[in-house]
């Protein structure tokens, strides 16, 4: 009767937790659940900010909150005494396998853009909240911007109304179809094997008829690696995850271990002290596999992140997936996440 009732909640809450979320604090229902006297470690993982009015010709969909929420969520925890953990702490816990305290929360970031030094590391800073900045060492060393914001990129800015890749035919009228042909070409490139899509950015360029995006335009979306090195001794840990961001699951197991190994060894000759981390690129079940945890242990990773998995207890039973959760922007979907995390944050089917 338990079980089923929790699948229905679930099923209820999919899709309609902004207005569930309002609802079930303004109904005093969370403070009855009230996750920050509970055991659970909440792991949150974002990717971008923004400021002011959010205009991209990139991936919209990688950027979270504004700077103002993603503020106003920091104060929160922190006045909601929320245990912060750093990579040195949750690696030491797992270790000597001990209990991680009550309330702790990890915030992360993936991809190293650069308005997680403009905008994020200020507000960590000031507030003294460790974190972990996971980094693909190609785009920060050749100043490229990932597979997802290029294919964006392309279909946002061509004028054509129709284009045809990998014998599917995309319409292109408008912003709607657009944006479900990036989520099919973005699916492409989570999915299929590497040998598949390896010429798939060339192939959209020449049918979109637009160029790549110039050397200043993806330069200016990423952290350098002086600003890496900032963070790195203000609080902020880096970690690893992988050279070119490919998909690992799409990728033999020596091109997975070539990733792993390699990524690790780039940020180690750039940087001071030893990598401990990696995040998986896209992070989901269907991203990487049982053999994919073993390399990153070969790799010399003390620890693995994997993304939208749920969330972890006082125990972390399997170091190389560390459980990690999107959080809402949404001021009330966010509160609701942290104090009752097994219903709300429930993953969505968004890309």
Not at 85 to 98: F, G, H, V
Not at 119 to 136: E, M, N
């Amino acid at each position: 009767m338990k079980d089923t009732l929790s699948a229905y909640v679930k099923k209820k809450i999919k899709g309609r937790k902004p207005e569930l979320a309002r609802f079930f604090d303004q109904a005093g229902f969370l403070k009855i659940l009230d996750f920050l006297k509970g055991n659970n470690l909440i792991i949150l993982n974002y990717h971008r900010v923004y400021r002011g009015e959010l205009s991209t010709p990139f991936d919209e969909e990688l950027f979270g909150p504004s700077l103002e929420s993603f503020t106003e969520q920091m104060h929160w925890l922190k006045e909601n005494r929320a245990v912060f953990l750093s990579e040195d702490e949750l690696i030491y816990y797992q270790q000597q396998q001990k209990k991680i305290p009550k309330r702790s929360i990890l915030i992360t970031f993936d991809d190293g853009y650069k308005d997680n030094f403009t905008l994020v590391y200020p507000v960590l800073r000031s507030l003294r909240i460790p974190a972990i900045y996971f980094i693909p060492t190609e785009g920060i060393m050749d100043r490229k911007l990932g597979w997802w914001d290029i294919i964006s990129f392309f279909i946002k800015k061509t004028k054509k109304k129709t284009i045809s890749i990998t014998g599917h035919n995309f319409s292109l009228s408008n912003n709607k179809e657009k944006k479900e042909a990036i989520f099919h070409l973005l699916q492409l490139m989570k999915t299929a094997p590497h040998s598949q899509t390896q010429d798939l950015l060339e192939i959209l360029s020449k049918e979109c008829e637009i160029d790549f995006p110039s050397h200043n335009e993806q330069n200016a979306e990423l952290m350098t690696r002086k600003e890496i090195e900032e963070v790195q001794n203000n609080g902020v840990a880096i970690g690893s995850h992988t050279v070119s961001h490919r998909v690992l699951a799409t990728l033999d197991e020596e091109e997975q271990f070539e990733e792993l190994r390699s990524s690790k060894r780039l940020l180690e000759d750039m940087l001071p002290g030893k990598i401990r981390s990696f995040s998986y690129p896209v992070g989901d079940y269907s991203a990487f596999t049982g053999k994919t945890k073993e390399l990153a242990q070969k790799a010399g990773y003390d620890i693995s992140f994997s993304f939208k998995t749920g969330v972890n207890y006082q125990h972390i039973t399997d170091p190389f997936d560390i459980k990690r959760i999107e959080p809402p922007s949404d001021f009330y979907s966010f509160r609701a996440t942290i104090i009752a995390p097994k219903i709300f944050s429930i993953r969505s089917e968004q890309y």
